[in-house]
């Protein structure tokens, strides 16, 4: 799909409308912070398939791997549910720590167990961004307040700017930059053995994905990483999303299609002189709300980041 180029912002403040990375309304980071969590866990290939276990309940979506030397982690949870997933990582790879974690983006659901894992001796890798938003204080669509900057043991140690790739416990790795999509520093971990995808923050499996327009996310930028995660799936690749249940390679090719169509709307709507209410209120995403929930939160704020980024041709 032809995106055009960005050219010039629109001016204007971004005044945040009541919309979280998981609520409809914004929360500050302290209402996260209950220590009472149910992880639970469930085997995504069998032991002699390298033993890939989905841990949930700690705030994301987190993918666990047993290796010689401690485990491979895909996201940390927030920081209060730590310790409980940690935990739970234990219990289901008989590791005693992680050797590796990777941070899909920097947002407190995913880097919540950066400190006990640097600390512990774990390299953390990430996007090149995400290192910088961990090192400094940062504000986002998902939570009233700020985040950060992590301790210094808690940032990543290991960084790229476009892809990478690692061997662990007999397993090939790629990991690779999806650009300004949910975040600007969003990275999916692939596992081409098995057929599987951790595709973070930019998609979701029950409801719409989250574009956080302060801190890089845009809907040309989510287009483009679900046209790149199209390139990496076949059919009945299993995606484990940032929150919610698995989704298929089949379904990121048709998510694919809906965003490239919403996409395109957009642009009518701003050639009509619209704003983000009134796209809103035309309620593009009306025939897939029944699958995924209601859209308005999601089309503001897409319609937002046009704002932001393009004047028309």
């Avoid at 919309?19 to 149910?38: G, H, Q, R, Y």
Wanted: proline share 5%.
């Amino acid at each position: 799909m032809f995106l055009p180029s960005r050219r010039r912002f629109v001016n204007g403040g971004l005044n945040a409308l009541g919309a979280a990375c998981a609520s409809s309304a914004l929360a500050p980071i302290e209402a996260f912070a209950s220590s009472a969590v149910d992880i639970t866990s469930t085997a995504l290939t069998s032991k002699d398939m390298g033993a890939l276990t989905l841990l949930q309940g700690a705030g994301c979506n987190v993918v666990a791997l047993p290796g010689p030397e401690g485990a491979l982690m895909i996201d940390g949870g927030l920081g209060a549910h730590s310790k409980a997933l940690l935990e739970a990582m234990k219990r289901a790879t008989g590791a005693r720590r992680v050797a590796t974690l990777i941070n899909t983006h920097w947002h407190p659901e995913q880097t919540g167990s950066n400190e006990a894992v640097g600390r512990a001796g774990g390299l953390i890798i990430a996007h090149e961004v995400t290192r910088l938003y961990e090192g400094r204080k940062a504000y986002s669509t998902c939570f009233k307040g700020t985040y950060g900057p992590l301790p210094q043991k808690a940032r990543a140690t290991k960084t790229t700017r476009t892809t990478g790739s690692l061997e662990f416990a007999g397993q090939h790795i790629e990991y690779g930059y999806l650009p300004a999509a949910h975040t600007d520093g969003d990275l999916y971990i692939h596992f081409p053995d098995h057929n599987l995808l951790v595709a973070g923050g930019p998609v979701e499996g029950n409801s719409w994905p989250v574009l956080d327009i302060h801190n890089g996310g845009w809907l040309g930028g989510l287009v483009r990483a679900y046209e790149q995660l199209a390139t990496l799936v076949k059919p009945d690749t299993r995606v484990v999303p940032a929150n919610g249940k698995l989704v298929t390679g089949a379904d990121i090719v048709r998510y694919r299609g809906i965003y490239e169509a919403l996409f395109k709307q957009m642009f009518v709507f701003f050639n009509k002189g619209f704003g983000p209410t009134d796209a809103v209120a035309a309620r593009p995403l009306k025939e897939h709300e029944e699958e995924l929930g209601d859209a308005s939160n999601f089309v503001y704020y897409a319609y937002r980041s046009l704002l932001q980024a393009y004047v028309p041709d």
